[in-house]
């Protein structure tokens, strides 16, 4: 077996919840050995990996991680990359990237960063202008010419990417996978029972959610018909309390729970057990989007139909009225009329949850994913190294 080739993999947190793709990414490769470069270790009981490196608690550790984070150079991480003996360096985000792009330029290493959501639009709004993104975009010119591969996580994302000036021959779609459970069949279902899961933040429709899920009350009142569903909400974030409200106000406390954000096997196990999936996901009013949601992979693999937007990458993951149902962005009626269709004919959610399971195990299994990344990492080292010769 030929020695693997080695990715020095720069993942500014490593590894909070939102972000567990990237643990599932480093320990599922077949070909590469990745190391983790990160400035925050986050989670590590619950995401064990012996290959990270980040900077030590002492006082010269501190000092050289705020001139890291102020400058984006760090002559200890230089070091420690140029004793690795890399074949390239990888980065997760847009913002990201910048970590590496000086170390890149040091090492002659190629560089190859996934762009999963924010960091594209966030380009193309005046939300770059903020001072927590003005860096970003200051140096988005020199990202966009440094970069040798741009791994767009949607079609959507790929186009951006390209309209903000990437080399289209440089800029590829690549989505991310889910580990298959080992499920023959859909557990026993109360069909009751529904759940969505991110952070509480505008683009991700929890209150378009509350608001369909109020309509189905009224359209069960109207046919007389006792409200016994259950709605859960899984995750944190600013907009929590403005939904809280909502339910409060809308006399709903007693079907719908706030379950905050809980570890990733109590989550997959909240998702099994449940009929419908809902990510009504938007473009927000500061230009934040989505690309591929991957909790809605999860959820197909489990043989649960998913409700979503035709939004980002979400309609590559629906096969619409087959795998689950798309509806239009902003549309609680639309939501909550697909929501009674599915509760009211089993046979029809039973029957898509088993085509959800196939097309997921199908197009977006984890190590599958894992092969096509390590393919794009193939190229793009091959290309370097005849551009130096």
Same mark, same amino acid.
């Given at each position: 077996m030929s020695e693997k080739r080695k990715v020095a993999l720069f993942s500014t947190n490593f590894c909070p919840y939102s972000q567990t793709f990237v643990y599932d990414e480093v320990t599922h490769h077949e070909r590469y050995i990745a190391d983790v470069y990160t400035i925050n270790r986050m989670n590590a009981d619950r995401f064990p990996y012996d290959r990270v490196f980040e900077f030590d608690k002492s006082l010269i550790g501190s000092i050289e991680k +705020?001139?890291?984070?102020?400058?984006?150079?760090?002559?200890?991480? #230089? !070091? @420690? *990359? /140029?004793?690795?003996? !890399?074949?390239?360096?990888?980065? +997760?985000f847009g913002p990201g990237s910048l970590y590496?792009? #000086?170390f890149a330029n040091a090492t002659n290493l190629p560089l190859v960063t996934t762009f999963h959501g924010y960091d594209v639009p966030l380009l193309m709004t005046a939300r770059r202008f903020h001072p927590q993104f003005w860096r970003y975009w200051y140096l988005s010119r020199w990202m966009l010419n440094r970069i040798d591969r741009f791994l767009a996580a949607s079609d959507e994302l790929h186009d951006l990417l390209v309209e903000l000036g990437a080399p289209p021959e440089k800029v590829k779609t690549w989505c991310l996978g889910v580990k298959i459970p080992a499920l023959d069949a859909a557990p026993p279902r109360t069909g009751k029972n529904l759940i969505q899961c991110g952070r509480f933040v505008e683009k991700k429709g929890f209150i378009d959610t509350l608001q369909a899920f109020a309509n189905v009350r009224e359209y !069960?009142? @109207?046919?007389?018909?006792?409200?016994? *569903? +259950? *709605?859960?909400?899984?995750?944190?974030?600013? *907009?929590?309390p403005l939904c809280r409200r909502y339910v409060e106000r809308n006399d709903l406390s007693n079907n719908v729970s706030f379950l905050g954000a809980i570890p990733q096997d109590a989550l997959f196990e909240r998702i099994t057990q449940s009929d419908i999936l809902l990510c009504p996901s938007v473009i927000a009013r500061n230009g934040d989007r989505e690309s591929g949601i991957l909790v809605a992979k999860e959820a197909g693999a489990r043989f649960v139909p998913v409700i979503g937007t035709r939004h980002g990458g979400i309609p590559s993951i629906i096969d619409d009225g087959k795998t689950g149902f798309l509806v239009d962005e902003r549309s609680p009626d639309q939501i909550a009329q697909k929501i009674i269709q599915l509760l009211e004919n089993d046979e029809l959610r039973r029957n898509m949850g088993i085509a959800a399971r196939h097309k997921i195990s199908t197009e977006y299994d984890l190590q599958e994913r894992i092969r096509v990344l390590?393919? +794009? !990492?193939?190229?793009?080292?091959?290309? /370097?190294?005849? @551009?130096t010769h």
């Open positions: +705020h001139f890291y984070r102020i400058f984006l150079y760090s002559p200890f991480r #230089q !070091y @420690q *990359l /140029k004793r690795g003996n !890399y074949d390239l360096i990888a980065a +997760h590496t792009m #000086q !069960y009142a @109207q046919n007389g018909r006792t409200f016994d *569903l +259950h *709605l859960s909400l899984v995750g944190d974030g600013p *907009l929590l390590e393919t +794009h !990492y193939d190229e793009v080292i091959d290309e /370097k190294r005849a @551009q």
